[in-house]
Nanobody, 123 residues
Framework: VQLQASGGGLVQAGGSLRLSCAAS????????MGWFRQAPGKEREFVAT???????YYADFVKGRFTSSRDNAKNTVYLQMTSLKPEDTAVYYC??????????????????WGQGTQVTVSS
């Protein structure tokens, strides 16, 4: 399974970005997809996860601002980020684990990772 994350960039506080994670070598509908982020000097942290029939849950610090969705026809998962804050600045990663294992907030639970995309929010 290969994951390709894209869509990061520089945005002002209050702005929006949409990240994409395109999968190859697997059908994403068979996988739980996760989003994580890592800021400089900090550990990688959970952001969101989406699984069968578009069930999803989010870290408390992004609830109401970020939404994950999935386009099975394009084999791609998205993370729509709105009302961005400077503290959202990080490298964002998508990840996948087999759907039979269920969703997880732990980065150790995911078997496949994209390369990361930088999101920078200026104040």
């Amino acid at each position: 399974v290969q994951l390709q994350a894209s869509g990061g960039g520089l945005v002002q506080a209050g702005g929006s970005l949409r990240l994409s994670c395109a999968a190859s070598g697997a059908i994403i509908s068979n996988y739980v997809m996760g989003w994580f982020r890592q800021a400089p000097g900090k550990e990688r942290e959970f952001v969101a996860t989406i699984w069968s029939r578009d069930s999803a849950y989010y870290a408390d610090f992004v609830k109401g601002r970020f939404t994950s969705s999935r386009d099975n026809a394009k084999n791609t998962v998205y993370l729509q980020m709105t009302s961005l804050k400077p503290e959202d600045t990080a490298v964002y990663y998508c990840a996948a684990r087999l759907g039979i294992h269920g969703p997880s907030r732990s980065n150790r639970a995911y078997d496949y990772w994209g390369q990361g995309t930088q999101v920078t929010v200026s104040s």
